[in-house]
């Protein structure tokens, strides 16, 4: 396989950057990595975290119709606060999932 002078360029960048090492060493090292991180698991990880986000939204709907049931009835429903509670640790969860990915 080939590259053009822009991605030849762009690899001897990176080879330096990660420590003055030669282009084929960078590249057998990036082939070994377990961690890579191909733009389709990226794509699939945004495609999971808008659908944590349209659930979370959904949540928060529940949530509105707890506080209007609340204001309405002047009863805090008992089982409220387990529901704050879930969706503070769902929010917690996707925010540390998030960043643990590098997207660069």
């Known amino acids: 396989m080939y590259v053009n002078a822009e991605e030849q360029a762009a690899l001897e960048a990176r080879a330096v950057v990660a420590g003055g090492i030669t282009v084929p060493r960078l590249l057998v090292e990036s082939a070994m990595n377990a961690n890579v991180q191909t733009r389709s698991d990226v794509r699939k990880f945004i ?7 349209d659930g979370l939204a959904a949540i928060g709907n529940n949530v509105n119709q707890i506080a209007k049931y609340a204001n309405t009835e002047r009863v805090y429903p008992s089982d409220a606060e387990a529901t704050f509670e879930e969706v503070r640790r769902v929010a917690r969860l996707i925010e540390a999932t998030v960043q643990s990915w590098d997207l660069t």
Do not use: I
């Open 47 to 53: 495609a999971g975290v808008f659908e944590l986000q």
